[in-house]
């Protein structure tokens, strides 16, 4: 997880564009392998925030708050060699904004499966 507090000033006192006061991210996973199947499986969350920011130097325009949650599940077969993951974000279908004001895409759901010719030693 990361957490970040900014407070951002110029001279005449007016918060700089584009710099959130907070922004905050955490994820916790869990993953559990199965020596004896050679399988793994895990699961994760994730939340993230991010504080109002002005997005001018007069401080008029303001760019809302936004929070967003996300899931994911994974099955690893042969060592981890292949693995498929799933995902779901924005849970709550918040429809945030970027920084300029264009709407950043709501709930989504993706599917991976990724194959790994070679699996290195651990260290």
Request: charged share 25%; hydrophobic share 45%.
């Amino acid at each position: 997880g990361a957490a970040t507090y900014l407070r951002t000033e110029d001279a005449l006192g007016k918060r700089l564009p584009m710099r959130p006061v907070w922004n905050v991210f955490a994820r916790p996973e869990l993953r559990l392998r199965f020596s004896a199947l050679a399988m793994s499986a895990g699961v994760a969350a994730e939340i993230g925030y991010r504080s109002f920011a002005f997005a001018d130097r007069a401080n008029l325009a303001v760019i809302p708050e936004c929070s967003t949650a996300a899931l994911s599940a994974s099955v690893g077969f042969w060592r981890d060699r292949l693995r498929f993951t799933s995902r779901i974000e924005d849970l709550g279908d918040a429809r945030c904004t970027d920084w300029v004001g264009y709407p950043l895409p709501g709930r989504s759901l993706f599917f991976t499966l990724t194959y790994q010719e070679f699996v290195h030693e651990k260290a």
